[in-house]
């Protein structure tokens, strides 16, 4: 084999292994999404901040509600 | 180095080792094709088996850069965990596997006869150090 030949198969054995790569990314990338993690377990977390800070005000209303009735019926 | 790895992963180091270690994965599978040129087990017509060998140490070289990476921005981002000893245990034996390949080529020509050996094992090791944490991870999504 002459060197030309030996230096064209090692060019094309390294950029297969480069196009390799980018797939690998890119084809990682497209099933993690465009979200991260960090972004997607803070969603979560403002979310269930949320439920609880709508549980507490239902709570809260309950409570209001029967101290009025309590108060009614004095 | 925890924060160090947050700052230059902007806070996806989950994201970034996945996709280092989809990259090595990847790779390794290549590598094992461009042995098996260099050995001559495969003979294709459009490549030769020293530009095959060439390539794969060439692509060695950067993998184990890479791997040396995702393995300490494992350990020092999520730590050793109990439930995770297959990958643990793996990756260690993968580290090792490396070193012993990497001495064997360099310094030690009369062990030349174990690479085969050594490569296999460093490609189920991959494999099974995949599987068990950036696989598993995209699978579950």
Redesign the interface.
Known sequence: ?DAR??RR??L???L??AM??V???V???A???PT???EEEARIERQELRIEQAEERQERRQELREDRRRTRSR | METVIQELTRGNATEVKVILASVVAALAVYQVALMAVGYGKVKPRFLGGRAASFAHRAIGDALVVIVVVVAVMCVSYFGIEDDAAVHSGAAVLLLVALAMKVGVVRGLPRLHRFLPVLGLTIWVLIGVVFATSAGDFLWSR
Do not use: D
């Open positions: 084999m030949t030996y198969q090692l094309g054995s390294l297969v292994a390799i790569v797939v690998a990314i084809v990682v990338t099933k993690l999404g991260s993690v960090v």
